[in-house]
């Protein structure tokens, strides 16, 4: 009788990467359900176009790179990837958009350098960035909250807008951007920014419409839902808590120094928190543990470092979200972060000691 | 704040990084009696089961042996005898599958029971009137090392002579499915505690800590009880997590202390012992039962019944799953140790030994065979259950480059090989396994660097050896050089006459008993001649290309064919034919010359009148002699340092050979004389060709007349223009 030999341990905690994976991508549910009923079901389109793209362009570049394509199809990066371009770009931008976004985060971010694990950039981000830069129109062509719209967007309405830049009834994106007065209606960063450039004060900006209390309409929901999707993730011990707080804080912290500082021209705490894609970033996407820094240290630096660039780039930079550059910027800083905050070994001296 | 000694007692506990927290599954075997083993047919005794040095055997194949009878003896302080488990006759000595994860077959004592269980004589010992020695010594004796799994020889951490402020015994048992200690306290807690006791008064600790995890209710109930006349033993239950059983952890559980990177706990005033072991003290040293029989967990879903059992060390493996109901399935693993870091078994011969604490055979669906290994995500789980806090990513990176550098520098030798980050990677990457092989190429590294050096020592060392032996022969034979030009100096112009003076003086030197010459003069005469053959080596050259010059001036043989001649027997006799012509040219010339002769200085006049009387009787005869001679006075003088004769010109060579030519010369006068004449002959030849050279008196045409060589003169033509040939290839490659 033989036996079969192997090395220890012998025992698993049975959670794949494709497990987690799977869980960040469901956490993502509560705050698409939000969006899709706040703004419209464009995302949900966008999600299918993201998700199909992925899987395609996953395939093809591992048959090309002579990879075994079903195991890694199966473990539900790509899925995630494209899950998370879909929810960042304008919902109802033309589908060509996302679908080239998606192919370049996979094939040229991902693959390119080697495939999961060793991708310097998030590719999402990398994605989002590129289809910004290259087409700015349809990426800042985002819609008012459905209920400040003055046409209503039915489900076909989205398909119809997404492929065709009309909606079943004939209204162009630039026209469903228009409310009941005719007034084009943009985000609450972007009204914000046009606003105090125009020399209104932060008091005067927040009455309009786009605006609710302290955030955007309908941006705030959405933020929370991302925020309780992301709690739930550091409830299951899938992401650390370390980058999102860090994140987050860092933000809130610098957005209190500036608001008190220059109290008419410099947006609150919350209204940054709950405006833009911040919980999404914080949670989703910096967390991203192949391109986001290793150490527990690390996290936090790295954390705080986008923190740091979105509030610079959203009050002094020249785009009014920042998440995207400012993890970028941040993933290159990582092999120097990881390098500097390595943890004490057991029975070692501070490194501080040495020398 | 109170101190640490205040909080320790006040009960306070702290944490270490990372850990996991893996199913127990010790409720299949926690709750049962500990079932005894029948012995078996036969038993397997490693001759080494422990870290350290196998003893020497001291029992013999066929030998009966007692139960307790010592097997190995314990010379060196490192090793641990072996001991007979029962009586029995001592079948074969053999390697047998270890029960280590190589399972290299390792020396092995195969015993067959006599299934009467017969004791050797035993002497329990008071520990409390016995001194430490006699309680170490027994210690050692009775076999014991470490039985948390390490196998550290017992009474080296015993008799540390430190002093001890913590004496830890660990009863963590934090892998999943042992049972083995929580069964050992459930039963026998008062026997530990007088182990305890003996360890006490050997290391005289201020406090004792006994760690035990918390889902051990029983087990530290019944400790509790057990030491609660004692004052300063402290009971712990500890928050179940692996690896806190890891000696470090567990220090820093209890204590807060770290053991410092590259020191041990006793540096830091710490002793652990395995809870399993103090039991074997209080056997060891109150009933003299040395260490025969170990508690195992046998567990996993393919046995009916999981138990824990008393197995005599030796046990084949098979037995014990036998014992509970084992069904083997496809692709069975049986596992030796607990599911973290025990080690699969290729066979079940394979026997219990002192570390081994449990059995495992799972079915796939209890501990899935590891999947597909997948890249690294990053995601640093592994980081944040690391117990030593490693980054194993990094440490995987870096393992898989083969960067030993990078790999020290990220601190592999701290990891504990626990395996909690190969139990959280997602991508199910066998971390522990690259480290396994990362460490043991290090390993390797050092050695061979360590070899290397040592090699590159060894070769400097013989280097400078060889060039200071080479000064100082160079410093020798310049002395050598300068003394003889002084002499030469001093004994006027006549260089010649002087030289052939030295070497004479060199011979008969040589000819003195050998006995009598210290090295040192065998030496400078070796070097004098070496140095002579040289000069005589150069001067020839020179000669040769004068005679080249002046061939046909000069009757002389010209070197030139000897080059034709070979080994070859039929080149020879032409090349010796040749020589023969030749020399009865110089037979003839010498003829001519004979009167001169007569007034050439001293050394010669002896001779000259037989050679007058001689040179016309046979000219042939007297010009093949002239040709042996001439050739052999060539090859001597090649071989000069050799042999040690010296009779390097024509004018002096016939002194120091006088004596064998006087028995020649009586014997054939004539022919003597011939060759006296010839030689005069040549070397006044010589000596006008030369005339401008100082040298021209080394001239290698000694006659030296053989009466073997002249009865058979094709013969000695032969061998004369072999050894032309010789000379002249040795002069050859020497100027090569």
């Known amino acids: 009788m033989s036996f079969k030999i192997a090395s220890s341990p012998h025992q698993h905690n049975q959670r794949s990467t494709a497990h987690i994976m799977r869980l960040v991508a469901l956490a993502c549910l509560p705050g698409i359900a939000v969006q899709a009923v706040l703004f419209g079901y464009g995302v949900l389109v966008q999600l299918v176009l993201a998700i199909v793209t992925a899987w395609v362009s996953e395939a093809l570049v591992l048959k090309l790179r002579g990879k075994a394509v079903l195991p890694r199809l199966k473990d539900n990066s790509a899925l995630l990837t494209a899950v998370l371009l879909a929810i960042a770009i304008p919902p109802y931008a033309p589908w060509w958009i996302i679908v080239i976004g998606t192919a370049f985060a996979i094939i040229m971010v991902k693959q390119l350098y080697g495939g999961l694990g060793n991708n310097l950039f998030n590719p999402a981000m990398a994605a989002y960035v590129l289809l910004l830069v290259s087409f700015p129109l349809q990426m800042t062509q985002w819609l008012p909250p459905l209920s400040l719209q003055s046409v209503d967007l039915t489900p076909l309405d989205a398909v119809c807008s997404i492929f065709t830049h009309y909606s079943c009834s004939g209204f162009s994106l630039s026209q469903l951007q228009a409310n009941i007065d005719g007034i084009t209606m943009a985000t609450p960063l972007d009204t914000l920014r046009t606003d105090l450039g125009r020399g209104l004060t932060l008091d005067e900006s927040l009455n309009r419409p786009v605006f609710f209390t302290f955030a955007g309409t309908g941006w705030l929901w959405v933020n929370l839902a991302y925020l309780a999707g992301g709690l739930l993730l550091i409830q299951q011990k899938v992401i650390s808590w370390r980058i999102p707080l860090a994140v987050i804080g860092s933000l809130f912290v610098l957005s209190a120094i500036a608001t008190l500082a220059a109290p008419d021209t410099v947006a609150g705490p919350l209204f940054h928190l709950f405006s833009g894609g911040t919980m999404l970033a914080a949670f989703f996407i910096a967390t ?29 930079g020249g785009y009014p979200d920042a998440y995207a550059f400012a993890v970028l910027l941040a993933n290159m800083a990582v092999p120097l972060i990881d390098y500097y905050t390595r943890p004490r070994t057991y029975g070692h001296r501070p490194r501080s000691e040495l020398k | ?240 997590k692996y690896p806190s059983g890891g000696e470090k952890q567990l220090i820093q559980l209890l204590t807060n202390k770290e053991v410092p990177n590259g020191r041990r706990p006793a540096d830091i005033g710490i002793v652990m012992q395995n809870v399993g072991t103090a039991f074997a003290i209080a056997q060891a040293v109150l009933d003299d039962h040395p260490l025969l029989s170990r508690i195992v967990t046998v567990a996993g879903d393919t046995l009916n019944q999981p138990q824990n059992v008393l197995a005599l060390l030796g046990t084949p493996v098979s037995a014990l799953l036998d014992a509970c109901g084992f069904q083997s399935q496809p692709q069975q693993r049986v596992i030796m140790g607990g599911p973290m870091m025990g080690f699969t078994l290729p066979d079940l011969s394979v026997p219990v030994v002192k570390t081994t604490n449990c059995i495992l ?376």
């Open chain 2, 361 to 736: 055979a799972p079915t796939a669906q209890e501990l899935p065979a590891a999947s597909t290994e997948m890249d690294c995500i990053r995601c640093s789980a592994c980081a944040d259950a690391c117990p030593a806090s490693l980054l194993p990513q990094q440490l995987l990176w870096y393992s898989k480059a083969k960067d030993s550098d990078k790999l020290q520098e990220y601190n592999l030798a701290d990891c504990i090989e626990c395996g909690a980050c190969a139990y959280v990677c997602p991508s199910e990457i066998p971390l522990v396994q690259y480290y396994r092989v990362a460490k043991a190429d290090i390993r390797e590294q050092q050695r061979e660097a360590l070899k290397a050096e040592q090699a590159k020592a060894r070769f400097e060392t013989r280097n400078a050896r060889l060039e200071q032996e080479k000064q100082e022969r160079l410093q020798r034979n310049q002395q050598l050089a300068a003394a003889r030009q002084q002499q030469q100096l001093a004994s006027g112009a006549n260089t010649a006459v002087a030289d052939a003076l030295a070497r004479i003086k060199a011979k008969q030197a040589q000819a003195a008993p050998a006995e009598e010459r210290s090295k040192e003069q065998i030496l400078a005469e070796r070097e004098l001649k070496k140095q002579q053959a040289r000069e005589h080596q150069q001067q020839k050259a020179e000669q040769q290309k004068a005679q080249q010059q002046a061939t046909e001036q000069h009757s002389e043989p010209t070197e030139q064919t000897a080059t034709t001649a070979t080994t070859n027997s039929k080149a020879a006799a032409v090349a010796a034919a040749i020589a023969r012509a030749q020399a009865k040219k110089a037979a003839q010339a010498a003829e001519q010359d004979a009167t001169e002769q007569q007034l050439t200085p001293a050394p010669n006049t002896e001779k000259s009148p037989q050679a007058e009387v001689s040179t016309e009787a046979d000219p042939r005869k007297a010009a093949i002699a002239a040709a042996i001679a001439r050739a052999k006075a060539k090859q001597q003088a090649q071989t000069e340092h050799e042999t040690g004769a010296v009779p390097a010109t024509a004018s002096t060579a016939n002194k120091p050979a006088a004596g064998s030519d006087v028995v020649t010369a009586a014997e054939d006068p004539r022919k003597a004389a011939v060759a006296a004449a010839l030689a005069r002959a040549k070397a006044k030849k010589q000596a006008n060709a030369e005339a401008t050279e100082q040298t021209a008196a080394s001239t290698p045409v000694t006659p030296e007349p053989d009466a073997v060589v002249t009865e058979d003169p094709r013969k000695a033509a032969i061998t004369a223009a072999l050894a032309r040939a010789k000379a002249r290839k040795q002069a050859d490659s020497e100027n090569s």
């Open chain 1, 288 to 316: 991203d543990p192949v391109s986001a820094s290793t150490t527990n240290k690390g996290r936090l630096v790295y954390g705080a470092l986008i923190g740091l660039l979105v509030f610079l780039i959203r009050n002094f």
């Open chain 2, 1 to 240: 704040m109170p101190g640490l000694f205040q909080q320790i007692q006040a009960g306070k506990l702290w944490d270490f990084h990372g850990g996991i927290h893996p199913p127990g599954r010790k409720e299949q075997t926690n709750q049962k009696p500990i079932a005894v083993l029948p012995i078996p047919d036969r038993l397997y005794l490693p001759l080494r089961q422990h870290i350290g040095v196998a003893g020497q055997l001291l029992v013999r194949v066929g030998e009966r042996v007692l139960k307790g009878q010592q097997l190995t003896s314990a010379e060196n302080s490192m090793a641990v005898p072996v001991h007979a488990p029962t009586s029995g006759t001592v079948l074969s000595i053999t390697p047998h599958t270890s029960p280590h994860p190589s399972a290299l077959p390792e020396l092995t004592l195969v015993l067959e029971p006599d299934g009467l269980d017969e004791w050797r004589q035993r002497e329990p010992l008071n520990f409390l009137t016995c001194d430490n020695m006699t309680l170490l010594s027994r210690i050692q004796d009775s076999g014991i090392a470490g039985m948390g799994g390490a196998g550290f020889p017992t009474h080296i951490k015993a008799g540390l002579t430190q002093p001890v402020d913590y004496l830890i015994i660990n009863a963590v048992e934090c892998e999943p499915y042992i049972s083995a200690d929580d069964l050992l306290m459930q039963e026998a807690a008062t026997t530990i505690v007088k182990g305890i006791d003996i360890l006490c008064r050997l290391l005289n600790p201020k406090a004792v800590l006994i760690g035990i995890e918390d889902d051990k209710p029983i087990a530290a109930a019944a400790m509790m009880a057990a030491c609660s006349q004692r004052e300063h033993y402290y009971v712990r239950l500890v928050p179940t």
